[in-house]
């Protein structure tokens, strides 16, 4: 299985950004797609996760109403579109796969510990700079 992102950039606040994360060795169905993050010093958070077969979606606080989840199943690939980008945005941005997803997705946003530790498959990030 492999998890590569790509759409990662330099940009001013109150820019947007397009991330994309193709998977190659999986297929999508049944399963829950995330994307999460980690800026220099602090842990790695969710940031959204989507299910595949119903299109049900989670975002943590910080960027609701900013940042959209989407996927396409027939391309294997899962974006995440940033808007109104904060300088606090900044991070590695990863995407990754829960192969046995809970019955409601929000219960991802219960634990950030549980919502990481959740996920099977990761990629290797994209970095977000965001300059204020």
């Known amino acids: 299985v492999q998890l590569v992102e790509s759409g990662g950039a330099l940009v001013q606040a109150g820019g947007s950004l397009r991330l994309s994360c193709v998977a190659s060795?999986?297929?999508?169905?049944?399963?829950?797609l995330g994307w999460f993050r980690q800026a220099p010093g602090k842990e790695r958070e969710g940031v959204s996760s989507?299910?595949?077969?119903?299109?049900?979606?989670v975002y943590a606080d910080s960027v609701k109403g900013r940042f959209t989840i989407s996927t396409d199943n027939a391309k294997n690939a899962v974006y995440l579109e940033m808007s109104s980008l904060k300088p606090e945005d900044s991070a590695v941005y990863y995407c990754?796969?829960?192969?046995?997803?809970?019955?409601?997705?929000?219960?991802?946003?219960?634990?950030?510990?549980?919502?990481?530790?959740?996920?099977?498959?990761w990629g290797k990030g994209t970095l977000v700079t965001v300059s204020s």
């Open positions: 990754a796969v829960d192969t046995e997803p809970p019955n409601q997705i929000l219960f991802y946003g219960l634990s950030q510990r549980a919502w990481n530790q959740a996920m099977d498959f």
């Open positions: 060795g999986i297929t999508f169905t049944g399963y829950s």
């Open positions: 989507i299910m595949s077969h119903d299109g049900s979606t």
